[in-house]
């Protein structure tokens, strides 16, 4: 299984940025994908997740700025970044889970190493 993300970089404040997820070495079209972040200090949290049917789940600090994405023909996940702040300055992971009932933050068994996403003036 690999999960490998690209997209990442140094943005100011108001920039955009648009996050991939190349996956492979499992049926990714049967699970739930997520993108999670982690910042210096901080615990790891979930950004934005989407299920089969393409539902999607936001954090509250991302709704109406950030967009998940999927093409199940390419085994490809994205993350749409806009309106960047500084506080969205992470390490941010893509993630795949088999537990798709409904899409949720638990379950993610497989983990990409992730990009760094910066965003200071």
């Known amino acids: 299984v690999q999960l490998v993300e690209s997209g990442g970089g140094s943005v100011q404040p108001g920039g955009s940025l648009r996050l991939s997820c190349a996956a492979s070495?499992?049926?990714?079209?049967?699970?739930?994908m997520g993108w999670f972040r982690q910042a210096p200090g901080k615990e790891r949290e979930g950004v934005a997740a989407?299920?089969?049917?393409?539902?999607?789940l936001y954090a509250d600090s991302v709704k109406s700025r950030f967009a998940i994405s999927r093409d199940k023909v390419k085994n490809s996940l994205y993350l749409q970044m806009n309106n960047l702040k500084p506080e969205d300055t992470a390490n941010y992971f893509c993630?795949?889970?088999?537990?798709?009932?409904?899409?949720?933050?638990?379950?993610?068994?497989?983990w990409g190493r992730g990009t760094q996403v910066t965003v200071s003036s």
């Open positions: 993630a795949a889970t088999p537990a798709c009932s409904s899409v949720s933050w638990i379950g993610y068994n497989y």
């Open positions: 070495g499992f049926t990714y079209s049967s699970y739930c």
């Open positions: 989407i299920g089969l049917e393409d539902s999607t």
